[in-house]
């Protein structure tokens, strides 16, 4: 393994935990992964799938609750250990380590109100949970919004003529849910539950909005067929309709009155996560390109003799580190701080996803025609990683958002 680890805080739990997840990856997660790429989107959600298997054992391993906090029965894993364990999970697939993140996003939510109830109603037997039958998903994208869902701060988001194409509408002791999200929402195919950011207050705009907590078998509630991409096809993702579909009142964890806060929360931890796993994608296609640079001959030497070929794997080297180094600052401030600051989330997430597309576009070229094959896992790699720089709000929106917090906190 080409990759030392140079981080002085390191902890023997740390390295074991480390080492642990990397084996479960390098055995169960990158077949699996690969095996499932060459499936149709139909037939990898199949009941008798081998991704259906791959989640009960990530569930066993207690994989489903890393995000969780302690005290309810999550993993324990203080910030650094969180960041550990995503990169290496991201070293062996994109899509599952997104998968295994998303399928506790509404219990994650859901623990964010702080209520004993909801948390006895959703958090708990999430957690306690281990064989599967309870997958959640994040149903926030829809077929007229993407990343503008995710433009908290920006002058749009509170423009009343731009709201959700969900709504929810109480109706007595219940909410009325109709309209639609579209084919990304990840592991929807396979989810049970969801946690839901729709439009209540539509004067309000975007900001007007609620987040519930919704069992996607519900009378009114339907998927549409999972959606056929060019990258993490090891994670599945489709639509969600809702026509008339009646949930009690309690599924509403925050409403318009704590809407923003609560999508700047959300969007602080997941710009994280998706930093963590694309570092270890990055980490991964470099890897694979050291080995084969050590291995090819061209020109009547090793590739790695080549100086061009010395200078694009420092290159990617640099960049990897960079990434990671930025990741773990921003993961340990922000869920250690007690004082998050989403920009610097911003920051690691567009950082990393750029560094893992960059990374392994340059591994492809320097695989050569190999590179192109489905042969060699880099192939994939490529895909996933292009897939990164749009999921979880595109980079420019983004970068956009950051940068309001950036004007407004230095004025």
């Known amino acids: 393994m080409a990759y030392k680890e140079i981080g002085l805080t ?19 997660l990158r077949p699996a992964s690969i095996a499932i790429d060459m499936l149709t989107p139909t037939e990898a959600i199949k009941k008798d799938s081998i991704l259906l298997d791959v989640y009960k054992q990530m569930y066993a391993l207690d994989y489903h609750v890393t995000l969780l906090p302690e005290a309810l ?29 998303a399928a506790g996003l509404h219990a994650v939510f859901a623990s964010m109100a702080n209520d004993h109830a909801i948390n006895e109603r959703w958090v708990v037997p999430y957690i306690n949970c281990k064989d599967a039958s309870m997958i959640g998903c994040w149903a926030i994208t829809e077929p007229n919004h993407g990343s503008d869902n995710l433009a908290v701060g920006l002058g749009q988001f509170r423009d009343p003529k731009i709201s959700q194409q969900v709504r929810a509408t109480k109706k007595g002791d219940k909410w009325v849910l109709n309209g639609q999200k579209c084919a990304w929402v990840s592991v929807s195919p396979i989810a049970t539950h969801a946690g839901l950011f729709c439009g209540i207050d539509t004067n ?68 994280l996560m998706m930093a963590s796993v694309f570092t270890g994608v990055a980490q991964s296609a470099l890897d694979l390109a050291l080995k084969h640079c050590t291995e090819r001959t061209q020109g009547g030497k090793l590739l790695c003799e080549h ?105």
């Open 73 to 101: 029965g999550g993993s324990g894993l203080d910030p650094l250990g969180i960041q550990i364990c995503y990169e290496e999970l991201g070293y062996a697939s994109a899509g599952m380590a997104l998968g295994i993140g």
């Open 204 to 271: 309000k705009g975007m900001a007007g909005g609620g987040l519930f907590v919704v069992d996607l078998r519900t009378p009114g509630i339907s998927k549409g067929l999972p959606l056929n991409k060019i990258g993490q096809r090891d994670m599945p993702q489709g639509e969600i309709f809702f026509d008339n579909a009646e949930i009690p009142e309690e599924c509403l964890i925050f409403g318009p009155d704590k809407y923003e806060h609560a999508l700047t929360e959300v969007l602080t931890h997941a710009n």
């Open 307 to 411: 100086q061009l070929v010395q200078k694009t794997l420092f290159d990617m080297f640099r960049k990897v580190e960079v990434s990671r180094a930025m990741t773990r600052a921003a993961m340990m401030y922000n869920l250690g701080s007690g004082t998050p600051d989403l920009k610097y989330s911003i920051v690691s997430k567009v950082t990393a996803t750029d560094t893992a597309f960059e990374v392994a576009n340059e591994a492809v070229q320097l695989f050569g025609g190999y590179g192109l094959t489905k042969e060699y896992p880099i192939e994939k790699i490529f895909r996933d990683a292009r897939s990164s720089r749009i999921e979880d709000g595109s980079n420019e929106v983004l970068s956009l958002v950051a940068a309001q917090r950036l004007i407004r906190d230095f004025s």
């Open 10 to 28: 390191l902890t023997h739990e740390h390295r074991v935990l480390k080492e642990s997840v990397r084996q479960f990856g390098k055995e169960v």
